[in-house]
């Protein structure tokens, strides 16, 4: 899977301390949801699965890379565990 990391052209300092601390608690979310879902029906690295992730406001999008049919699939998994969070299509 890929992150598309997503900050203000101001960047901060903290830029890669706050992308570390992000993927950590995002990241074993995400794969329960892709593992739930996909047992062995997709990639097995799921590397065809794309995310938006805007540090500045917090908020972890499925990215239009990711192809339709997969999106659909997770989407009610992906805002159940994220909350109501916008997916990009």
Wanted: charged share 35%; glycine share 2%.
């Amino acid at each position: 899977m890929y992150f598309n990391w997503i900050q203000s052209p101001e960047a901060s300092a903290d830029f890669y301390e706050a992308k570390r601390e992000m993927e950590y608690a995002i990241r074993p979310k995400i794969v329960r949801i892709l593992l739930a879902t996909f047992e062995d029906e997709c990639c097995t690295d799921f590397s065809c699965f794309y995310f938006d992730v805007d540090l500045d406001q917090r908020i972890v999008r499925i990215a239009k890379d990711t192809p339709k049919e997969y999106k659909k699939k997770i989407k009610k998994a992906f805002k159940a565990e994220f909350g109501k969070v916008p997916v990009a299509f």
